[in-house]
């Protein structure tokens, strides 16, 4: 009796530790930024968010775990064909966030899958009414509409498009050399346009300069001529005045005939100067010529006259 109920106590034991085991591994612990659908007999039961739950055993079961985060995918290369019927590979970049759980998990089956051949099929759609000159400078554009198809779309899915990207246009590689060929040529024209101009207005400056310096050269010639008439003048000024100041001591000294007649005579002596071959004296004066000979005479120093 004593065996049995060791045996019993034993039994007891493990059924109590097997519940305890199925208790604990039902709590779940929902982690932040994430969300889990949970299913009861099969249907829908709730959204769990972040925190402690607890499970019922063989009833509930978790369908789904869903992060909330923002999420990337970068889908490979899609050929596409533009208007003007240039085959090229784009691939793009898809930002998206789940926000609603339930109908990710039962809107679609595969969502990132069904993500992608949207994608694929809105991208060829664009690209068809574009030509390729277009294609390659209408990034922002295509961007915006692929972005706003997809999340009309994926509306239904629980799903929102943030954003897309197109990493990557590959163009044909006759088409990539064609470009390389014309973006060489515009550089090329851009650096002899700029060469142009740096020798155009190298000129102008060669120009101006010479101007400035011809303006400086004659203002400078202008500024001697005043300058030295100016002198000119201060020195005729100067004679005149002292012509003045001499008739004005001469007349107030009223000099006599005979000191007139004498001034006359060393006048005329000044305008000869030696050079003259005829002079005309005069009446007036040949008659003072004899005086003047008989002055010279009486200042003649007497060492001479022995």
């Given at each position: 009796?004593?065996?049995?109920?060791?045996?019993?106590?034993?039994?007891?034991?493990?059924v109590?530790?097997?519940l305890l085991?199925i208790?604990?591994?039902?709590?779940?612990?929902v982690?932040?930024?994430h969300?889990?659908?949970?299913?009861?007999?099969?249907?829908?039961?709730?959204?769990?968010?972040?925190?402690?739950?607890?499970?019922?055993?063989?009833?509930?079961?978790?369908a789904?775990?869903v992060s909330?985060?923002?999420?990337?995918?970068?889908f490979?290369?899609?050929?596409?064909?533009?208007k003007?019927?240039?085959?090229?590979?784009?691939?793009?970049?898809?930002?998206f966030?789940?926000?609603?759980?339930?109908?990710?998990?039962?809107?679609v089956?595969?969502?990132?899958s069904?993500?992608?051949?949207?994608?694929?099929?809105?991208?060829r759609?664009?690209?068809g009414d574009?030509?390729?000159?277009r294609t390659l400078?209408s990034?922002?554009?295509i961007?915006?509409?692929?972005?706003?198809?997809l999340?009309?779309?994926t509306?239904a899915w629980?799903i929102k498009?943030n954003?897309?990207?197109l990493?990557?246009?590959l163009?044909p590689?006759?088409?990539?050399?064609?470009?390389?060929?014309?973006?060489?040529?515009?550089?090329?024209?851009?650096?002899?346009i700029?060469e142009?101009?740096g020798?155009?207005?190298?000129?102008?400056?060669?120009?101006?300069g010479?101007?400035q310096?011809?303006?400086?050269r004659?203002?400078?010639?202008?500024e001697?001529?005043?300058?030295?008439?100016?002198?000119?003048a201060e020195?005729i000024?100067?004679?005149?005045g002292?012509?003045?100041?001499?008739?004005?001591l001469?007349?107030?000294?009223?000099p006599?005939?005979?000191?007139?007649?004498?001034k006359?005579?060393e006048?005329?002596?000044?305008?000869?100067?030696?050079?003259?071959t005829?002079?005309?004296?005069?009446?007036?004066?040949q008659g003072?010529?004899?005086?003047?000979?008989?002055?010279?005479?009486?200042?003649?120093?007497p060492?001479?006259?022995?």
């Open positions: 009796m004593q065996y049995g109920m060791s045996i019993g106590l034993i039994l007891l034991a493990g109590v530790v097997l085991i208790l604990i591994s039902n709590i779940k612990i982690p932040q930024a969300a889990y659908v949970v299913e009861r007999l099969g249907a829908y039961h709730a959204t769990w968010e972040t925190g402690l739950h607890f499970k019922i055993p063989f009833i509930e079961k978790v789904k775990k909330l985060k923002e999420q990337v995918i970068d490979p290369p899609q050929p596409v064909i533009t003007d019927n240039v085959t090229m590979q784009i691939d793009t970049v898809v930002y966030q789940i926000t609603d759980s339930k109908l990710y998990t039962y809107g089956e595969h969502p990132l069904a993500i992608e051949n949207l994608s694929a099929t809105t991208l759609n664009i690209i574009l030509e390729l000159d400078t990034r922002d554009f961007n915006t509409k692929i972005r706003t198809i999340d009309e779309a509306d629980g498009v954003r897309v990207e990493k990557n246009i163009p590689k006759e088409i990539q050399d064609s470009m390389e060929k014309q973006m060489k040529a515009e550089r090329e024209r851009r650096a002899r700029l142009a101009e020798q155009k207005q190298s000129a102008i400056l060669v120009a101006e010479e101007k310096s011809t303006i400086l004659a203002d400078a010639q202008k001697a001529s005043i300058r030295q008439a100016e002198g000119q020195a000024r100067d004679v005149q002292a012509y003045a100041d001499a008739l004005k001469l007349n107030a000294a009223n006599s005939d005979r000191v007139i007649a004498l006359g005579l006048t005329l002596q000044k305008a000869a100067d030696g050079k003259a005829k002079i005309i004296i005069p009446s007036e004066i003072l010529a004899g005086l003047a000979v008989s002055l010279k005479e009486m200042i003649t120093d060492k001479d006259a022995e």
